[in-house]
């Protein structure tokens, strides 16, 4: 019952991004004209940057936007890594219930928000010439959104399909975390290199759990700074997990999935140049 409580009150959390996302997303399909076409492609520029400090914010919120808004091609790879990478989900809240030097939880959240704006406009740049085309109405046909209806109907059906995917998944995902052999994984962890990349995958789990875990192992002195930015920097909540549900791509989704963990990896390693 306390999983069940915590996934739905987690998941509550995420409804009003949800339901602005679908309701922006339907708008622009009745409204996307070719001059907004081209003040979208404008607005990629500074993406990264801009991403990177919104997805910065508590919670996983402004992941899910990303994962919608990538699907619908309105922002590009760039912006969406940057979003993923700085996403803090539950490492902020937890940094600030245990107390943690206020300073140190500046530098984190700085250090995450630069490294999603460094790999977010590497990545513009190497895929410049590749960006998703703008396919609102190709995303609106794909998931029935029945637009003639007017923006609402169809916003909060979408709505509450995606709630309802997030909700079962996640709540799978809680209830296996509790057979998993922590005191293990920890042991792992600790080895130099071998733990960054073992972090990593923890980052992958898409939902508040993997950062829950990292986050309160950092604090408890079992693990360093480094292995807490490599998981940490790859885990957007359940971003991924949306991505994965609403861009029918599964190759260009797996290929995100592998750009996000060597970013995340790389940006974790690299921290030790930063943090002492």
Not at 6 to 14: Q, S, V
Not at 145 to 160: E, F
Not at 220 to 229: E, K, M, P, R, S
């Amino acid at each position: 019952m306390d999983i069940l409580a915590d996934t739905l009150i987690d998941n509550l959390k995420l409804l009003p991004f949800l339901l602005i996302t679908y309701l922006c997303i339907e708008y622009l399909e009745h409204k996307t004209s070719s001059k907004m076409q081209e003040w979208i492609k404008k607005f990629r520029i500074g993406g990264p940057l801009v991403g990177s400090i919104l997805g910065a914010l508590p919670q996983c919120g402004f992941s899910v936007v990303a994962a919608n808004f990538y699907a619908t091609g309105i922002i590009g790879i760039g912006t969406l890594m940057a979003i993923f990478l700085s996403t803090s989900d539950e490492t902020l809240p937890i940094l600030i219930a245990n107390a943690a030097d206020p300073l140190l939880i500046v530098q984190i959240i700085c250090y995450k928000i630069i490294c999603g704006a460094v790999f977010g406009y590497a990545l513009y740049a190497i895929f410049l010439n590749k960006q998703k085309r703008i396919n609102i109405a190709d995303f609106c046909h794909h998931e029935e959104c029945h637009c003639s209806h007017g923006i609402i109907k169809p916003a909060l059906r979408h709505t509450a399909e995606i709630f309802c995917f997030i909700f079962i998944i996640t709540l799978s995902l809680n209830y296996t975390m509790i057979f998993i052999d922590l005191q293990q994984a920890t042991a792992l962890l600790q080895i130099p290199l071998l733990g960054e990349f073992i972090s990593g995958f923890i980052g992958l789990i898409p939902n508040c759990s993997a950062s829950v875990v990292l986050t309160q192992l950092y604090i408890d002195g079992f693990i360093n700074i480094n292995t807490l930015f490599s998981g940490s920097l790859v885990n957007g909540g359940v971003g991924l997990l949306v991505l994965f549900r609403v861009n029918k791509n599964i190759k260009e989704n797996l290929h995100i999935l592998a750009l996000l963990y060597a970013c995340g990896v790389l940006g974790g390693i690299t921290s030790s140049l930063f943090f002492q």
